[in-house]
T-cell receptor, first 112, second 112 residues
Framework: DSGVTQTPKHLITATGQRVTLRCSPRSGDLSVYWYQQSLDQGLQFLIQYYNGEERAKGNILERFSAQQFPDLHSELNLSSLELGDSALYFC???????????FGPGTRLTVL | GQQLNQSPQSMFIQEGEDVSMNCTSSSIFNTWLWYKQDPGEGPVLLIALYKAGELTSNGRLTAQFGITRKDSFLNISASIPSDVGIYFCAGQQETSGSRLTFGEGTQLTVNP
């Protein structure tokens, strides 16, 4: 158990819909990262937040957005969902902005 | 997209055998990490490497940070059935902050 929690574990929805994935970092960690894992693209970095502020952006679509709240939990919002958005979404956290990242168990999103 | 080339893609070995896998890149990385992912779970950190030439062990696992900073190797000695899973290399670059770039993964199967 990494100490990073993610909800829900599974999510099934339809194209065009919007979903929110939630992540709670390890106690004491200030940084949260979001990654997408798909069969064709592998594990890809999406975005990083540090203490409430966006720190780095990767291959994140404009339909996707994230935020980190004052209690340090983070949410990833995915809108106008397409079939190709079906993937595992992982959250990771670290103490600071550049320390070792520990991954949560992931949310499996299926878009039908 | 992916910048790390990981090989082999898959390995089928007998219990007790040693295993080697590697990761190469055309770019320099200042940190190399090795993760293991079990089905339905998030990646779990096995070993972190921070200096070129560094050789680090974690039980039966040994990893090395290549001298050129463009590669890394992971060895597993005396494999056991619970070593089954997907092993990922990941790297961090000075120019990309703390985001992780992942290899494609090595699927390891251990026959008892």
């Amino acid at each position: 158990d990494s100490g990073v929690t993610q909800t829900p574990k599974h999510l099934i929805t339809a194209t065009g819909q919007r979903v929110t994935l939630r992540c709670s970092p390890r106690s004491g960690d200030l940084s949260v990262y979001w990654y997408q894992q798909s069969l064709d693209q592998g594990l890809q970095f999406l975005i990083q937040y540090y203490n409430g502020e966006e720190r780095a952006k990767g291959n994140i679509l404009e339909r996707f957005s994230a935020q980190q709240f004052p209690d340090l939990h983070s949410e990833l919002n995915l809108s106008s969902l397409e079939l190709g958005d079906s993937a595992l979404y992982f959250c990771a956290s670290s103490v600071g902005g550049k320390d070792t990242q520990y991954f949560g168990p992931g949310t499996r999103l299926t878009v039908l | 997209g992916q910048q790390l080339n990981q090989s082999p893609q898959s390995m089928f070995i007998q219990e007790g055998e040693d295993v080697s896998m590697n990761c190469t890149s055309s770019s320099i990385f200042n940190t190399w990490l090795w993760y293991k992912q079990d089905p339905g779970e998030g990646p779990v950190l096995l070993i972190a490497l921070y200096k070129a030439g560094e050789l680090t062990s974690n039980g039966r696992l040994t990893a090395q940070f290549g001298i050129t900073r463009k590669d890394s190797f992971l060895n597993i000695s005396a494999s056991i059935p619970s070593d089954v899973g997907i092993y990922f290399c990941a790297g961090q670059q000075e120019t990309s902050g703390s985001r992780l770039t992942f290899g494609e993964g090595t699927q390891l199967t251990v026959n008892p």
